[in-house]
DNA sequence: AATGAATGAGGCTTCATTCAT
DNA sequence: CATGAATGAAGCCTCATTCAT
């Protein structure tokens, strides 16, 4: 029943590794964070994590690289969904999941701080930024709405880009929400504004029903 | 009673420190930056900064601080433009300037990195957001633009709400520029995003001619 | 009684790891080497070692025991030569040998470095060396050369302490040639000083013909 | 009475330090100090090498140049003397003093050790031994007692490149003498052999009287 | 027998902070 | 006021050694 990995454990363990890694650098940021910490959220040794990154850098790299690829998977998720304005909720609520932590505000802030040092990391951020809004660009150019409605004579890619500029913008505000605040409270202050953009681009009049 | 010296030693050597700071914090990160950096930049001796300020935690929050007033001047210039248009223009390009660096992106993405784990650097920048929003809302208000247009029935806060949004998510956009841009080539990338917004927003006809 | 595996794996084993030990040593000294250079060197795993070797100090150990065996064997084979130079020569000249490495002059004088602060590594060291002298001051007494010569009144062991010392002193100064020197040239360059000795200590004449 | 170096802190500190190493060094060789043994050593914190230090690295190259200007003070020291055998007795003897660890004979086998996987060390290493052995060839050229005799037809560096190679190799006999053997008996022993090979060279008859 | 994942102590280095001058 | 030498805790990383497989 249960499936084994072929390389289980090599695997396992850099994502065990991954995983701490993600939740310290959210709670206190690359630099803040220590491989100390680290090894300590994944329950193992700080040696241990030398075995599978060369370095800290490489573990902020491999990181980034993460967020990449769960940008894509989320990408892909978006586009399966049957309008265009789910889509986007999809692609822009993540962050705001009571899931597991993927794509958490405070690193991708992190991220792009980051990448303003770092232009490897920049590269990637650029190429992920890219790729998403590529995507984007192309859901609304199939999208019925953006189709029938006057789009106020803007192109797909145009649309894309003021999208992905709010998103990234209510990302941000959303490092500043207090602690208390729940995910699903913070989603929704997400989704209030962020919404209002979509309905004024693509002039919907009713809005679909989002769970 | 107690005397206030207009340009006392005391005032400038601090604001000397904090621009060297800001030089620093901007090119490394706050938390990459040591207290040398700063005295070298500074063009003083480490131990100079610890009659200034407490800490490199107090540095970083009079910077916070410093970044505030900045802003606030800010506002008050965009207060004086003879159009809506105009004042968001000066509100959003000051971190393109070419002049002596007071709001630069990648401090500013730092900040709020900070603000997600730091409740004191939080509170104070969410302070900052909503004196600038307000006074946005203000200027939005007062605007035959935005009086005479249909707003397509957003409120003046809510407008204010997306052009926070979107300007910040530019701001997040251009630390991702490759170092070799120049200030105008990036003040260029910025507006061509966010004036699309502002059009739409505002449906201006015809645009203000910039220099 | 107990059966004497002539070739058993674990001889094997050892002489291997022992073989990749002392090309790692004398590449990068006793303390430079990390057990998994070695295991490395060696083709195997890190724990392999440690099935033969009850720690690295041991493999030290083990090597400067080695080299024990490689100077007796050397001094063997050196006694079957035909004269005293002959036998000298083959004795001194054995750390410039194009060969597998046996007697490397970086590894002998990381040994004496070792003995300086290793009193068992000193005593073997110092045991070889009287062996080595024992052996040689034989020579010197069975020789003709040495016999027929006036030899300036020194005695047989004055005469080998006399060599011996030329020779680690000449050693000594092999670690400096640079490293694109080749086996031959250092070999030219060792017998050089070292004959001048040997001519002085025997008053030859006629000098033997070296390959 | 006391002359205070005008800029003696930095100076005494850096002599301090290099005083502390050179115990450290030749106590337990370059690669098994730690930075906390030197500073343990010096009385100072480990941080405070840092001030003079870049690393542990430039610690050893600056122990490597001490030792070269000890030599050189030493050559000075052995051209002052009377006679060839007094002046060549200081150079070779150095290493069995009582007095302040100057030149220590596990430091020189240390250093040699080093300079074969140190091309900088091997260069300095080089550049010490070619200046003294020039040293001693033209003390030898200039040497009534060389010129006099016959030297058995050597020339006065191939003379010294004898002279050299002795010492050296005693030095590095004296590293395995035991640790209870006082600097005294150590003396006598390495000038015992060494004098058999002057007086060989220089065919005296009537020896110094030393003290 | 052999492997190599795992551990954790310890080494090098940095840096915020203090304090004598 | 100002300096910068000094401190020592803490961070990154290595490595000898163990042990489950």
Same mark, same amino acid.
């Given at each position: 029943?249960?499936?084994?990995?072929?390389?289980?454990?090599?695997?396992?363990?850099?994502?065990?590794i991954?995983?701490?890694?993600m939740?310290?650098f959210?709670?206190?940021?690359?630099?803040?964070?220590?491989?100390?910490?680290?090894?300590?959220?994944?329950?193992?040794?700080? &040696?241990?994590?030398?075995?599978?990154?060369? +370095?800290? =850098? %490489?573990?902020? @790299? !491999?990181?980034?690289?993460r967020?990449? *690829? $769960?940008?894509?998977?989320?990408?892909?998720?978006?586009?399966?969904?049957?309008?265009?304005?789910?889509?986007?909720?999809?692609?822009?609520?993540?962050?705001?999941?009571?899931?597991?932590?993927?794509?958490?505000?405070?690193?991708?802030?992190?991220?792009?701080?980051?990448?303003?040092?770092?232009?490897?990391?920049?590269?990637?951020?650029?190429?992920?930024?890219?790729?998403?809004?590529? &995507?984007?660009?192309?859901?609304?150019?199939? +999208?019925? =709405? %953006?189709?029938? @409605? !006057?789009?106020h004579?803007?192109?797909? *890619? $145009?649309?894309?880009?003021?999208?992905?500029?709010?998103?990234?913008?209510?990302?941000?505000?959303?490092?500043?929400?207090p602690?208390e605040?729940?995910?699903?409270?913070?989603?929704?202050?997400?989704?209030?504004?962020?919404?209002?953009?979509?309905?004024?681009?693509?002039?919907?009049?009713?809005?679909?029903?989002?769970?």
């Open positions: 029943m249960s499936q084994i990995p072929a390389d289980s454990s090599l695997v396992d363990r850099r994502a065990q991954l995983e701490a890694a939740v310290c959210a709670k206190r940021g690359f630099h803040q964070t220590s491989m100390h910490d680290i090894s300590a959220e994944a329950g193992t040794s700080v &040696g241990l994590i030398y075995r599978y990154f060369v +370095s800290k =850098e %490489a573990v902020i @790299a !491999a990181m980034a690289d967020h990449k *690829n $769960e940008i894509q998977d989320l990408l892909e998720r978006a586009r399966q969904a049957p309008t265009l304005l789910e889509s986007l909720e999809i692609l822009f609520t993540a962050h705001c999941s009571e899931n597991s932590p993927k794509v958490l505000s405070a690193f991708v802030v992190d991220l792009y701080a980051e990448a303003s040092r770092n232009p490897s990391i920049a590269d990637l951020v650029r190429d992920v930024l890219q790729t998403a809004m590529e &995507g984007v660009t192309d859901l609304i150019a199939r +999208s019925p =709405e %953006a189709k029938e @409605a !006057a789009t004579g803007l192109k797909p *890619n $145009e649309l894309s880009e003021l999208i992905f500029a709010v998103a990234r913008g209510m990302l941000m505000l959303d490092v500043l929400q602690q605040m729940t995910a699903a409270e913070r989603r929704t202050r997400q989704l209030e504004v962020t919404r209002r953009l979509w309905r004024l681009l693509f002039k919907t009049e009713h809005e679909p029903v989002y769970a």
